[in-house]
């Protein structure tokens, strides 16, 4: 059964570095998301990618992060300049169409700030 | 704005015994309604969901779920607890006939232990 797989699993950094995340979604689907669960609170939403562009991103979603898909088949994450508070759990998702609401999650990569 | 309440962060239920997970949302319209389950060192996984038609929805592994619009809930149920059910759960919503996005809105997560 296709899934949705990201790397790295876990990733340690030091605050001010610049970390990339990376996603591969099914590879029919063709809308992505980022979430992200820091240790102990709600999963929360981050940003979502359609037709080569965010749809709809959330205030924690600052200048700081951008995404990208890079090519047909990966989708990014970039953290610029990382902060302690960005440490946390993040997730890619990706769905088919509108109509299919369903999104399937990867495993998540765990991010830890130093 | 669109929020979900899980009541109890901690369930915890014999091994036989009726798993009930709470979910109620707040949103102007009813939402779509997602119960995800996440198992240790695992990402989320659909358990099910309702967009429309019966109010009642089954999932995997035996769960079910039924949409009460009155109440604005979607309690979560499996009638007989397996040792195997012990994960974490989130309750989500989404919104309907938005043109794109659809982010989901999450409860805090209901964790579940069982016990033999």
């Known amino acids: 059964e296709p899934e949705v797989t990201q790397t790295p699993s876990h990733q340690v950094t030091q605050m001010g570095q610049e970390v990339i995340l990376r996603c591969v979604p099914i590879s029919n689907h063709l809308y992505f998301y980022w979430y992200r669960q820091i240790l102990g609170q709600k999963v929360e939403f981050l940003v979502s990618f359609y037709n080569n562009e965010i749809s709809e991103k959330s205030e924690i979603f600052d200048d700081q992060f951008s995404v990208e898909r890079p090519d047909g088949s990966n989708f990014t994450l970039k953290i610029r300049s990382t902060k302690l508070e960005d440490s946390a759990m993040y997730f890619c998702a990706s769905k088919f169409e509108t109509g299919s609401e369903t999104q399937y999650f990867g495993p998540g990569t765990r991010l830890l700030v130093l | 704005a669109q929020s979900v309440t899980q009541l109890g962060s901690h369930v915890s239920v014999s091994e036989g015994a009726l798993v009930l997970l709470r979910c109620n949302y707040s949103s102007s319209v009813p939402p779509y309604l997602f119960w995800y389950v996440q198992y240790p060192n695992q990402g989320l996984q659909l358990l099910l969901k309702y967009t429309t038609g019966a109010t009642l929805v089954k999932g995997i592994n035996g769960f079910e779920a039924e949409f009460k619009k009155s109440e604005t809930s979607f309690h979560l149920t499996k009638p007989s607890a397996h040792m195997s059910d012990a994960a974490e759960y989130f309750c989500?919503?989404?919104?309907?006939?938005?043109?794109?996005?659809?982010?989901?809105?999450f409860g805090g997560g209901t964790r579940v232990l069982v016990k033999p």
């Open positions: 989500a919503v989404s919104a309907v006939f938005k043109a794109a996005g659809n982010k989901l809105t």
